[in-house]
């Protein structure tokens, strides 16, 4: 296994049972290192990763102030929450008329 790759791997240990980042703890960010640290290869296979093309319209961030019940019912709903809540309401928007563009 070449360097750049035991490094990468090393992270595992942060992933819990559902496969998602646990919590960071004090003792995660003591044994952190900082980017330019890490060797070369490494850096530029890091670099080289691009997020891509955007391939729904964008959103828009918004304040809103909402029911307590609303907010826990729909995040209790688990991962994608904000979009179901999206959802929700442009399926009330075209039940009411509404003209709404689509994802």
Known sequence: MK????IWNKGSELIDDDGEIRELTSA???????????PLD???KLKAINRGAQKAPVKKPISIRL??????????????????????LREWLAGHGKKTGTR
């Open 3 to 6: 360097k750049a790759d035991a």
């Open 28 to 38: 995660d960010f003591k044994t952190m290192k900082p980017f330019s640290s890490l």
């Open 42 to 44: 490494l850096q530029k």
């Open 67 to 88: 029911s307590t019940d609303v907010l826990e019912g729909f995040k209790a709903t688990g991962s994608g929450w904000q979009s179901r809540m999206d959802d929700a």
